[in-house]
């Protein structure tokens, strides 16, 4: 088997963290989930029943999508002893016929890190889903701000090939809150059993970064530490000096994903030439005057899919290859190599509907026999475990993600209270320790305590 990796300087797509999510199972427990996720709003997939049952009446809706208040303490960190957190997502939608829909969504952010040698305070604001809708049978087109993730695993699917990524928060939140909308036209037809999705992307949005000095941030300004790069003098002095910046200009591309339901197996395969989100950082400059700029090249992307349910077991899993993946040299130049990747899960619901657990298995690779600053192979496993006591007023979990071949462990308890819908209260803790190069090694000082409120409408 060629070598595996896990390519650790936010240059793959699938960098956003090794975790598991949300689904549910079959029988007479909860159905799976849908195959394909989409944007926030995103009805069932069409079928080849016209949809007879909009109402013709227009029809207005508003109301709050998502609100986050979160505070947490740092004890490890010396950049700061609290970093607390605001997220708050609202939405207007307008149907004047069964036909088309209008939709405007804005989001605020905030962050505060306080009590230490990196102190800041941050407020934005962003658009959430803001589009203009057309449904005619089996067809829709969609054109606006979308939030648009592909693939069939949970947390890291390999077809996730025209989303933007949000890394304001690192690998904290599961996979929908870590994307944002971007701008794109969207032609989603269904054809029986089959379905085409196709994206294009007219103006590349970057992934949404950090305030530089969030103990988040891909660059650690206080250690001159870079994500996935073994930390050294050289680095730091590097890092400490550059000038930072960023290229982002030009389209996106996009991509087309064709899936088949409906079957003992569904299955789906991709196709995509799009600009990776995350950024790659490239060293420039003089070594009186470095710089760093974070880029997003193009990669050309390749995948296959599958799903079945047996015995109340979900099996899921994707293979894709995908070329032009930028690494580093130990001269500092960069280098381009492709990258083949698997994933493979299960997830049940042993004794009932109250527990749940998702679990996968991931080899990541580039393929390249050159000697690069980032980890060349990586095996590792991850995944959810979740359960509801208490007559249902209780939750109570466990995401985690590890590697086999290097020390890179993430684990995060939380316990819950939701008896007061749509609200939760939760308190939890965001452990991270791994080796030089891994995600969970470049954060382990920044293991966190946190506790909050959470709102989902």
């Given at each position: 088997m060629k070598k595996?990796?896990?390519?650790?300087?936010?240059?793959?797509?699938?960098?956003?963290?090794?975790?598991?999510?949300?689904?549910?199972?079959?029988?007479?427990?909860?159905p799976p989930r849908a195959a394909e996720a989409g944007s926030a709003d995103d009805l069932p997939p069409p079928t080849t029943k016209k949809a007879t049952t909009r109402s013709a009446q227009p029809t207005l809706k508003y109301g709050v999508d998502d609100l986050l208040l979160e505070v947490g303490g740092l004890p490890g960190a010396t950049e700061a002893d609290t970093y607390s957190t605001l997220r708050a997502k609202a939405y207007v939608l307008w149907q004047p016929n069964r036909d088309w829909e209008l939709r405007a969504g804005a989001r605020v952010d905030g962050a505060m890190q306080n009590g230490g040698v990196a102190d800041f305070n941050d407020m934005s604001a962003d658009f959430t889903d803001t589009y203009v809708r057309y449904r005619s049978g089996d067809t829709r087109l969609t054109l606006g701000a979308q939030t648009i993730i592909w693939g069939r695993v949970d947390e890291i699917p390999l077809a996730d090939r025209v989303s933007r990524a949000d890394l304001t928060r690192f690998t904290l939140d599961e996979?929908?809150?870590?994307?944002?909308?971007?701008l794109a036209a969207r032609w989603e037809q269904t054809l029986g059993d089959f379905k085409l999705d196709a994206v294009w992307l007219p103006v590349f949005n970057a992934a949404e970064l950090p305030d530089a000095s969030s103990v988040w941030s891909p660059i650690n300004l206080t250690t001159g530490e870079i994500v996935g790069i073994a930390p050294s003098p050289a680095?730091?002095?590097?890092?400490?000096?550059?000038?930072?910046?960023?290229?982002?200009?030009?389209?996106?591309?996009?991509?087309?994903r064709l899936t088949k339901t409906g079957g003992a197996i569904d299955y789906g395969v991709t196709l995509a030439r799009s600009r990776q989100s995350q950024p790659y950082y490239l060293?420039?400059?003089?070594?009186?005057?470095?710089?760093?700029?974070?880029?997003?090249?193009?990669?050309?992307?390749?995948?296959?899919?599958?799903?079945?349910?047996?015995?109340?077991?979900?099996?899921?899993?994707?293979?894709?290859?995908?070329?032009?993946?930028?690494?580093?040299?130990?001269?500092?130049?960069?280098?381009?190599?492709?990258?083949?990747?698997?994933?493979?899960?299960?997830?049940?619901?042993?004794?009932?509907?109250?527990?749940?657990?998702?679990?996968?298995?991931?080899?990541q690779a580039l393929q390249t026999d050159q000697s690069i600053l980032q980890l060349t192979e990586y095996y590792g496993a991850n995944g959810e475990i979740e359960t509801t006591f208490g007559q249902g007023r209780w939750t109570a979990g466990l995401r985690f993600f590890g590697g086999l071949n290097v020390k890179n462990l993430y684990l995060n308890p939380e316990i819950s209270y939701v008896a007061w819908e749509p609200f939760a209260v939760y308190a939890g803790y965001h452990y991270f320790n791994g080796d030089d190069r891994t995600l969970a090694g470049f954060q382990e000082d920044h293991s966190m305590g946190v506790l909050g409120i959470r709102g989902q409408f």
């Open positions: 595996l990796l896990l390519n650790l300087t936010l240059s793959l797509a699938t960098l956003p963290a090794l975790l598991a999510a949300h689904a549910l199972a079959a029988d007479d427990l909860p996979l929908p809150e870590r994307r944002r909308a971007e680095v730091a002095a590097l890092v400490q000096n550059a000038v930072i910046s960023e290229d982002e200009h030009g389209s996106g591309g996009g991509g087309v060293i420039g400059g003089t070594p009186l005057a470095p710089t760093l700029t974070a880029i997003h090249p193009f990669n050309n992307f390749a995948g296959a899919d599958m799903e079945l349910e047996s015995n109340g077991i979900t099996w899921r899993m994707e293979l894709g290859y995908t070329d032009n993946i930028p690494v580093t040299l130990p001269t500092t130049a960069t280098t381009y190599v492709p990258s083949l990747d698997w994933v493979g899960g299960i997830e049940f619901f042993p004794g009932g509907a109250d527990t749940r657990i998702n679990l996968q298995l991931v080899a």
